[in-house]
């Protein structure tokens, strides 16, 4: 027996020194992994601006196997669209003591990213123009407002539209191309001269514009090899409106573009040209996923759709008939009526001294885009958006200098909440 017991003795210590360096590599790489989620956390936000920190997206992750080996946890993680180095690692869905087993999406399946699409890249179809007020203007078309609006919210917007050969059109292309905007897309025609617009404002902060036709971005084209080029940026989102596609033109290059881009989520702003458009609208209707319009469109709209006239009633019916995933009804200085992942809500108007109302409702418009690429609460993007619009219609011009920063910086009226998410 002492035979037998001294001679298991080194054999026992052997076991228990490998036991003590199993535990000891252990230890080491689970602070190793530690590490290497907080380090690529901070990495991904050194490398984003403070417009990307703010309007960066809901990440989708997805834990594809996750299994314990001896108090180890191993993960296999796949994050869509990982090119994209702005996207935040929650870690804290990285904790070693969570089993994961199922697969895991956040967000509302309806607007979340199809494989292969670009969250950031978002393509904006319709007019380039002057706005010319009385002795004075500035450069405009509700398309390029809402592109230039959207890059100030982080977005990669690839603008579709075309200018004239004439001197309003080169300071266009100059103005645009200072702009957070992709000018790939934007092309130069002798055909029609740039386009412009009257302007005439009416009391409560109404516009009236009276658009001249044909204009250059009438003209606009799209051959094979651009379609193609449009088609490898996987745009998340495709936005576009009335008075573009009002020409036969336009609307066969919007129909190229639906069929080109069909996991793109459709955003359609109205703003009703002055004219019948009657069938037009119907059709643009059936088209979108995302509907925007103010008040007074909200009336022609019911008139040809026989919806009802009243803004939670139409926001519903309108989703049921025509497969819209959120609606919004700009109510002027009274705010909004909001209908997203199929809850209602409304939020009051922020209070501001109003500089120009122009061009405010296409910030609005970039703002509601961004509230369900974030997925917020539907109250959340009504008031951000409302925030977004107030700050823009405080100030002259349809695009004027801003940031995200300042809506954080912002002084809130009496009895108005700040989005939390800011």
């Given at each position: 027996m002492e035979g037998l017991h001294s001679s298991a003795c080194p054999q026992q210590k052997k076991l228990t020194s490998s036991a003590n360096l199993r535990s000891f590599i252990v230890f080491f790489l689970s602070l190793r992994f530690a590490w290497l989620c907080r380090s690529s956390q901070r990495h991904a936000w050194r490398n984003c601006n403070n417009s990307d920190r703010l309007a960066v997206e809901a990440l989708e992750l997805r834990v594809l196997h996750a299994r314990r080996i001896r108090n180890l946890l191993s993960f296999h993680l796949v994050i869509p669209n990982s090119s994209d180095a702005r996207k935040r690692i929650d870690s804290r869905c990285l904790r070693p003591d969570t089993d994961f087993r199922d697969v895991i999406v956040t967000g509302d399946?309806?607007?979340?990213?199809?494989?292969?699409?670009?969250?950031?890249?978002?393509?904006?179809?319709?007019?380039?123009?002057?706005?010319?007020?009385?002795g004075f203007r500035r450069l405009g078309g509700a398309p390029l407002n809402f592109a230039a609006h959207a890059g100030r919210l982080g977005y990669r917007p690839s603008l579709i539209s075309a200018v004239g050969t004439d001197a309003l059109g080169e300071e266009a292309a100059s103005s645009i191309a200072a702009l957070d905007v992709d000018t790939t897309f934007l092309q130069t025609t002798s055909r029609f001269p740039t386009g412009r617009a009257r302007v005439e404002l009416g009391p409560g902060g109404r516009t009236r514009f009276v658009i001249e036709r044909p204009a250059a971005y009438d003209a606009t084209?799209?051959?094979?090899?651009?379609?193609?080029?449009?088609?490898?940026l996987a745009p998340a989102w495709l936005y576009?409106?009335?008075?573009?596609?009002?020409?036969?033109?336009?609307?066969?290059?919007?129909?190229?573009?639906?069929?080109?881009?069909?996991?793109?989520?459709?955003?359609?702003?109205?703003?009703?040209?002055n004219c019948d458009s009657t069938s037009l609208v119907?059709?643009?209707?059936?088209?979108?996923?995302?509907?925007?319009?103010?008040?007074?469109?909200?009336?022609?709209?019911?008139?040809?759709?026989?919806?009802?006239?009243?803004?939670?009633?139409?926001?519903?019916?309108?989703?049921?008939?025509?497969?819209?995933?959120?609606?919004?009804?700009?109510?002027?200085?009274?705010?909004?009526?909001?209908?997203?992942?199929g809850r209602y809500a409304e939020a009051e108007g922020i209070r501001v001294k109003v500089a120009d109302p122009v061009g405010a409702g296409d910030a609005f418009a970039a703002a509601f885009m961004h509230?369900?690429?974030?997925?917020?609460?539907?109250?959340?993007?009504?008031?951000?958006?409302?925030?977004?619009g107030a700050l823009v219609a405080a100030r002259p011009g349809a695009i004027p200098e801003w940031s995200v920063k300042e809506l954080v910086n912002y002084e809130d009226p009496p009895g108005v909440r700040r989005p939390q998410a800011l």
């Open positions: 399946p309806n607007l979340s990213l199809q494989d292969g699409q670009n969250g950031r890249s978002i393509v904006v179809l319709g007019e380039v123009l002057w706005d010319q007020f009385e084209q799209l051959s094979s090899r651009e379609l193609e080029r449009l088609i490898r576009y409106g009335t008075l573009f596609s009002s020409t036969s033109e336009g609307k066969s290059v919007l129909s190229r573009l639906l069929d080109a881009f069909p996991a793109a989520v459709r955003f359609y702003d109205l703003n009703l040209p119907r059709e643009l209707l059936a088209h979108a996923q995302v509907v925007k319009l103010n008040e007074h469109e909200l009336l022609r709209v019911q008139e040809c759709t026989g919806l009802p006239s009243e803004t939670e009633p139409f926001c519903r019916e309108g989703a049921e008939r025509y497969g819209w995933q959120a609606v919004c009804i700009t109510l002027g200085a009274r705010g909004c009526a909001m209908l997203a992942h509230g369900l690429i974030s997925r917020w609460p539907v109250a959340q993007i009504a008031e951000f958006a409302n925030r977004v």
